[in-house]
């Protein structure tokens, strides 16, 4: 099985605040498209993304927790449904191999460590310590996925590219 990787990156402009959600998901779907253009046909994609659980979680919801982590993190964040990331991928061409979920432990000590290694853990925390604004950002960020943790979860897809 030939595996493709695409790196993603951040793009270098900010969209207007009332306007970032409709500019990220505008983004996602260049991203997805772009991604379908590249793998190879009967090649595999995989993501892993924000989700909002479950998918019948109502719409107010969804808004309530984009806001709270846009504010927190002020980056462009789209949490989805997993039906509409399912869609997503779906709309670039992509067939759906496989979903999971994974609790919401992105700032847990115990995930740092495995994501970063001891020595990047700690130079996260003394990061973190040392400036005010990450500081601040952290603990919004923290404070927004213990507040959605039912709502919030990690998900991951893997699609493939048909070959036809």
Known sequence: ?????????????????????????LILSVAVDEAFRLVKPDGIYGIHELCIVPDSAADEMETKIVKALSSSIHVGVRPMKAVDWCQLLKNAGFEILDIGYSPMNLLQPMRIIQDEGLIGAFNFAKNVISNTNARKRVFAMKTAFDQYKENLKAIYLIARKPNS
Do not use: C, R, Y
């Open 1 to 25: 099985m030939l595996l493709t990787f695409i790196l993603a990156v951040e793009l270098p402009i900010a969209p207007p605040v009332d306007s970032s959600t409709v500019f990220v998901a």
